[in-house]
């Protein structure tokens, strides 16, 4: 049973910045698609970013491609989601996810199998 866990989320200000991690409990997590998705207050779960297994390729959620960016940390086992110039609407819990190994990332998040438990993200005015 493959169990990711998010850190990193905490509150702050509009124009800060956030560095979410996603470590799993299987080594290497290289050999897993990885993606973002977030729930706001109210809202539906919605995409955020994925990023394949060998991070050649990375896929973004329109409004967020030139604030946010994905990356894979190998030596530290993780998927790192950088957040900058953040905004009160990107308030939310914060979930990575991984498919079956050799199934793709994609935006839908029932196509993924596993799942951390969320990290709260908070932006004040």
Same mark, same amino acid.
């Given at each position: 049973q493959v169990q990711l866990v998010e850190s990193g989320g905490g509150l702050v200000q509009a124009g800060g910045s956030l560095r979410l991690s996603?470590? +799993?409990s299987v080594r290497p997590?290289? =050999?897993y698609d990885v993606g973002w998705f977030r729930q706001g207050p109210g809202k539906d779960r919605e995409?955020? +970013?994925? %990023?394949t297994w060998s991070g050649g390729t990375k896929v973004y959620a329109d409004s967020l491609q030139f604030r946010f960016a994905i990356y894979r940390d190998n030596a530290k086992n993780a998927v790192l989601l950088q957040m900058s110039d953040l905004q009160p609407e990107d308030t939310? %819990? $914060? $979930?990575c996810a991984a498919p079956t190994p050799g199934t793709h990332a994609t935006r839908t998040w029932d196509e $993924? =199998? $596993?799942?951390?438990q969320g990290t709260q993200v908070t932006v004040s005015p």
């Open positions: 996603c470590t +799993a997590f290289s =050999d995409f955020v +970013a994925s %990023i939310g %819990i $914060y $979930y $993924y =199998d $596993y799942w951390g």
